[in-house]
């Protein structure tokens, strides 16, 4: 009868396991020794996040990365994690599935993060950041894909990840770190200078901020070192998404627990001050698995998500 009682208790232990892996609530990260930061709603550059909508495609599983586009009116662009084929989404900013498109030239290893910005002719362009680097054999060749941003046309025949638009061939860019491989899941790029940022995801100490030259098609770059960047948040470097604002004066950057909006100084000598900064903490609600951050094409408010079908797609929008 012991035995029995043990192996009974056992199959319920494995059973409650299951559950726990398939459902919500268990699937939100659990930081070992994590701290929340502390927030105060005065302090807090922007109103209190509200849900705009839930992201309508049951395509978005782990929507990872999260942009506004820089060309067209009520266009986000998101994207699965790793284990998807290389397929960008966009959605509107009520989380309405506006179409899927596969990026030609392009894999998707393990995608973290996606940014967008207009160059001075006028064209707006997605950068997809291959940035991913958990497991334990680490890449040393990183990647990021540059690609013209696809017109949004809600007339053209409603497309699935079987059934996708295509994009242009995507421009490719091969990168390492001047130290040691990193992970991280933070790409964003300047508005002025197309300068690409990585801010890589850290356990147990500050996350680094690197820089790369906008220089696709050529031989593999070497990031340059730029400095270290902490969160109010225990741990203070395991940043999983941020975003340049649109006009370079605003960083926001998010973790497990919240965002975190760097300001440059009004006299400023270069924008790589801003990582100096302290922050001001942005609550942005119960979400299960947050990973994604952007602000909307006008700098006004910010957009967040969190992995999982059917998710919320989060607002902020900035005090006047």
Not at 140 to 149: D, G, N, S
Not at 180 to 200: C, F, G, K
Request: aromatic share 8%; net charge negative.
């Amino acid at each position: 009868m012991l035995f029995r009682t043990i192996a009974n208790n056992c199959l319920l232990v494995i059973f409650c396991g299951a559950v726990c892996l398939a459902g919500a609530a268990c699937r939100r990260p659990v930081v070992q020794g994590g701290r929340a930061p502390a927030f105060e709603p005065a302090g807090s550059p922007f109103e209190r996040t509200v849900v705009a909508g839930r992201i309508e495609s049951a395509e978005i599983t782990e929507s990872s990365g999260i942009t506004a586009s820089r060309c067209q009116e009520n266009v986000l662009w998101t994207h699965n994690d790793s284990g998807d084929g290389p397929y960008i989404f966009a959605i509107d900013k009520s989380g309405k599935d506006r179409g899927v498109w596969r990026v030609d030239n392009a894999d998707n290893r393990d995608w973290e993060d996606i940014a967008s910005y207009r160059d001075s002719s006028g064209r707006c362009f997605l950068l997809i950041g291959d940035i991913g680097n958990s497991g334990e054999d680490m890449r040393k060749k990183l990647t990021i894909y540059r690609v013209a941003e696809p017109a949004v046309n809600d007339e053209a025949p409603k497309s699935f990840r079987r059934s996708p638009r295509p994009t242009e061939a995507a421009e490719v860019l091969t990168f390492s770190y001047p130290d040691q491989p990193h992970d991280a899941e933070t790409l964003m790029v300047h508005p002025a200078s197309a300068d690409i940022y990585i801010v890589t995801k850290q356990k147990n100490k500050a996350a680094g901020v690197y820089r790369l030259r906008s220089e696709f098609g050529g031989e593999r770059l070497q990031a340059d070192w730029i400095g270290e960047l902490t969160v109010p948040a225990v741990p203070n470097g395991f940043v999983t998404g941020g975003e340049i604002a649109p006009d370079g004066s605003h960083v926001i950057i998010c973790d497990y627990f919240a965002a975190y909006e760097f300001t440059l100084p009004a006299r400023s000598s270069g924008f790589d001050e801003i990582w100096k900064q302290k922050p001001a903490v942005v609550e942005l609600g119960d979400r299960r698995q947050g990973e994604a951050i952007a602000y909307s094409g006008d700098g006004n408010a910010v957009f967040a998500t969190s992995e999982g079908t059917n998710g919320p797609l989060l607002r902020a929008a900035r005090r006047q």
